[in-house]
């Protein structure tokens, strides 16, 4: 999905050619490329576009999606009688369209959730759009590095700024409902406000609904040629991969499982999740192929082969290169054009994230499941009017969690009922707590001022509309609106989409589809999300158990990790303290890079520094501290650009 567009004559000249690009248009002032896959053409009025990235479908009136054979025609009797906006909402999948009408004013804009990253730049007096900060014309760094978003991409999980922030002052990124408009030289951003919908009161034809809105998607994008699962042994993946043998046959249908190898002492540490998608595999007579995610022999080369890769994409997770892996193996293993699946993002559009079995540590796996509910109702409309209301210290389940963990920091409630729904918002989008009114005092990397700064910056760019208008009846789709400027477009989802796209695979998340968010967007509380006694992940749970052949048997017992069965069990200390890893990490912070770029007013870079010297000194580290320290080694090994060696 590469493209990169420059507007001003100097920068027109002055461009190279980038290898994996091809020039679809240019003049004097103004330069488009984009990959060679694209869909290119001249519009009826004489203008041109480009779309980049893949279309699955087009959604109708009544909110079916169905596959849209002719792409290329149908944008070129859309584009010059309807808006980028409109025309891109009526469509599904990872795409980004570029429009150049006939007086040369050109118009950028992604789907609707803005999976497509476009990188904005002001070089001098011109303008640049990328897929990536490797394809900007001037190196990001110049003007300086970017402190809020650093101070997120420390604190919270994800490695990763928010959707239109980037480490660099000097670029930005298009959010999410945003139009760029370039013309006579200068770039304007026009917004589509967010319209949130009001939860519904959910029955039969609901789940009826959800499983033809998951089917239809799955149809839609799935190939006759193949399918690849990328495949775990939770609900959301096994889910997909009975979908497609349902509507493909289990010959057209393949799945890849990774083998998580951290540590000599610790062996396989996912043994509970292969055992279980070997025995999914075995039931529906689909091939299973595991990839060895080895961090005992091979990880130093894999790791530094993929650096400048995640760096381009502000990728600081690890997770990035489990996805690369499975990319590899995917693409080296097909043998026709297959389309490729992930189960990403389930968790957190069911239920708020909170599905792992992993809240309170219980014997009972039904007990494990409602605490993950009472997790998710914590952030939903009952406790939000609470909250409101003032009232949130007499509920039950707000008390049980927060007495927990004692020593944790909570902030008072404001005295302004409407700024409660800001603090709700910030403590889930800002917070790595994941606990209403959950503290950053508590997080000792940032300085208070820096906790401030970060604080009032985020809340500014992202949440302030949300704040002011979210009610109890709307929480929920404003969670999933913004999701898509957070967690789903940080490092452990963004990253399955661009190791996939760098080597040309057709990826495909089936709950980004617009109708299974539209329908979740709506879906009450007592789905699943709250204190009821349904199933977490209601909805998908149903249609297993009554519209598709699933084995619900197999999906007893530990989750399926080792730390499900040994809570002791880390593997973050595994892989920071115990892989062969280790020591590159302890060189990569040898000389303290970090402090090239962490401004000291708003990271307390005293204590970041006693955190470096313990590590690379090789002295035990606690799990506390290891969380602390595990952004700083990531920054400081995957690198920046503008970065002193």
């Not at 190939?223 to 495949?231: E, I, Y």
């Not at 800001?422 to 994941?434: A, C, D, E, P, W």
């Amino acid at each position: 999905m590469s493209f990169r567009i420059l507007y001003d004559k100097k920068l027109v000249q002055s461009s190279s050619r980038v290898d994996s690009l091809k020039t679809v248009y240019i003049s004097d002032e103004l330069k488009i490329d984009v990959v060679s896959n694209s869909i290119t053409g001249r519009t009826p009025q004489g203008g041109h576009y480009a779309c980049v990235g893949n279309i699955v479908g087009k959604r109708n009136q009544s909110g079916s999606l169905s596959r849209l054979d002719g792409i290329r025609e149908f944008i070129e009797s859309e584009i010059d009688s309807s808006t980028l906006h409109d025309l891109t909402e009526q469509l599904e999948g990872f795409f980004l369209i570029i429009s150049v009408d006939k007086d040369g004013v050109c118009t950028v804009r992604s789907d609707r959730f803005a999976k497509v990253e476009v990188y904005i730049q002001r070089p001098n007096e011109g303008v640049a759009l990328a897929s990536n900060l490797s394809l900007l014309p001037e190196d990001p760094s110049l003007g300086g590095f970017d402190q809020a978003a650093l101070a997120h991409m420390m604190t919270y999980y994800g490695y990763c700024p928010p959707k239109q922030h980037t480490i660099y002052k000097s670029v930005r990124r298009l959010g999410v409902g945003d139009t760029a408009i370039i013309k006579e030289g200068d770039i304007s951003i026009d917004h589509s406000p967010f319209s949130p919908v009001e939860a519904g009161k959910y029955g039969e034809q609901e789940h009826q609904e959800y499983a033809d809105l998951f089917l239809s998607h799955l149809k839609t994008a799935g190939s006759s040629k193949g399918n690849v699962v990328f495949l775990s042994s939770g609900w959301d993946s096994t889910a997909i991969l009975a979908g497609l043998v349902h509507l493909f046959g289990a010959d057209k249908v393949r799945a890849v499982t990774g083998r998580m190898r951290y540590s000599e002492r610790s062996g396989v540490c996912n043994q509970i999740e292969i055992d279980r998608a070997q025995k999914m595999a075995d039931y529906y007579g689909v091939k299973l192929s595991f990839v060895e995610f080895d961090y005992v022999d091979k990880a130093p080369e894999f790791f530094d082969a993929n650096r400048q890769l995640m760096r381009s994409h502000q990728l600081y997770g690890l997770t990035g290169l489990s996805h690369g892996r499975l990319a590899e193996f995917t693409k080296q293993s097909s043998e026709c054009d297959e389309a490729v699946f992930a189960g990403e993002i389930s968790d957190g559009a069911h239920n708020l994230g909170f599905s792992q079995y992993a809240t309170i540590f219980h014997p009972s796996y039904g007990f494990r499941e409602y605490s993950d509910k009472m997790a998710s109702y914590l952030f939903g409309p009952t406790f939000l009017l609470l909250l409101q209301q003032g009232e949130h210290e007499k509920d039950p389940i707000f008390n049980l969690m927060t007495t927990r963990a004692p020593g944790v920091k909570y902030d008072p409630i404001v005295s302004d009922p409407d700024q409660r729904t800001m603090q709700l918002l910030t403590s889930f989008f800002l917070r790595n707590g994941r606990i209403p009114l959950w503290s950053l005092a508590n997080s000792r990397l940032l300085t208070q001022e820096g906790g401030s700064f970060y604080t009032e910056e985020m809340q500014k760019t992202y949440l302030t509309e949300a704040a002011a208008q979210a009610t109890p009846g709307t929480i929920y789709s404003w969670y999933l609106h913004l999701y898509n400027s957070f967690h789903w477009q940080g490092g452990t989802v963004r990253s399955m989409s661009v190791m996939a796209d760098n080597l040309r695979l057709n990826l495909d998340i089936p709950y980004w589809d617009g109708g299974i968010q539209d329908f979740l967007s709506a879906m009450p509380e007592d789905w699943g999300r709250g204190l009821d006694l349904n199933p977490t992940k209601f909805p998908l749970k149903w249609m297993l158990k009554n519209r598709i052949d699933y084995p619900y048997e197999l999906q007893t017992g530990p989750h399926s990790y080792t730390y499900d069965v040994d809570h002791s069990f880390n593997h973050s200390e595994e892989v920071f303290c115990h892989s062969k890893m280790m020591p590159v990490f302890q060189r990569a912070l040898a000389s303290k890079p970090y402090r090239q770029i962490l401004s000291s007013d708003i990271f307390n870079l005293t204590y970041i520094d006693d955190l470096v010297d313990d590590y690379v000194s090789g002295k035990p580290i606690s799990v506390a501290a290891l969380t602390d320290i595990i952004p700083v080694i990531l920054l400081s090994y995957i690198g920046w650009y503008g970065q002193q060696r």
